[in-house]
């Protein structure tokens, strides 16, 4: 599974190597793709590396080769329709065992899709495919929207009891309120859980680790994509 900007950039990179037999520079994507750092290149480039489409060759300039295209390029791989989550909630009568957990044994049991990994410390790539279920206690979940599970990457939010592995419950939401913790998108391709804060035009995404920054956005940089609303941990 591709994000939009994963699959944008892959259909660059392929583009100019068909024209001149060698990949854009770090430069040139990041121009192509209209965004305002090479990190964000990088992010990608690490993205599609890992998902098996392109390969880094070491000690050689421009060292990229496409190995597999996605089924939208003429591929045989599955391609997302957008950079973003697509939640559902699976009613269960059996929760679902996650790792060397034993099952739930309860009737209020929800089975939730864990869409991958969220960073909870230097943003990752916006994941939008499901891993696996995992069950959750029906009371847990809070109204009746859409809910999602993700598994916690790194420690920014220790302070607020969340720790690195931990899956946490969100519900889906496009709205948040100052103080919230959201699932928040940054310039369309970075996932991030931090507190929300709203500052005039600007949005504050705030660490509960003081070895954190607080990042600071304009107001169109960052969408949030749900809310908190109850955490996971297995021993």
């Given at each position: 599974m591709l994000t939009k900007k994963q699959l944008e950039l892959l259909k660059f990179?392929?583009?100019?190597?068909?024209?001149?037999?060698?990949?854009?520079?770090?430069?040139?994507?990041?121009?192509a793709?209209?965004?305002r750092s090479k990190s964000g290149i990088h992010r990608l480039i690490t993205a599609l590396e890992e998902r098996g489409f392109i390969r880094r060759l070491a000690h050689r300039a421009r060292a990229l080769e496409i190995i597999k295209l996605p089924d939208a390029m003429g591929g045989g791989?599955?391609?997302?329709?957008?950079?973003g989550f697509t939640p559902?909630?699976?009613?269960?009568?059996?929760?679902?065992?996650?790792r060397d957990a034993l099952p739930i044994e309860t009737v209020d049991?929800?089975?939730l899709p864990v869409m991958g990994r969220i960073a909870a410390g230097t943003p990752i790539e916006a994941i939008s495919e499901v891993s696996h279920n995992i069950a959750v206690p029906g009371s847990?979940?809070?109204?009746?929207?859409?809910?999602?599970?993700l598994e916690v990457k790194g420690d920014s939010m220790i302070d607020a009891g969340i720790n690195d592995g931990d899956v946490v419950v969100i519900r889906e939401t496009n709205v948040a309120d100052n103080g919230d913790i959201v699932v928040a998108l940054v310039e369309g391709h970075e996932a991030t859980l931090k507190r929300f804060r709203r500052k005039g035009d600007a949005i504050a995404l705030e660490a509960a680790n003081p070895a954190y920054?607080?990042?600071?956005?304009?107001?169109?940089q960052v969408k949030v994509q749900g809310r908190l609303v109850g955490l996971i941990r297995t021993y």
């Open positions: 990179i392929d583009k100019r190597v068909q024209r001149d037999g060698v990949p854009p520079s770090f430069d040139e994507m990041k121009e793709l209209d965004l791989a599955a391609v997302t329709e957008k950079a559902r909630v699976i009613e269960g009568d059996r929760p679902a065992p996650r049991a929800i089975e847990m979940l809070s109204g009746n929207g859409h809910h999602y599970a920054e607080t990042r600071v956005f304009r107001g169109d």
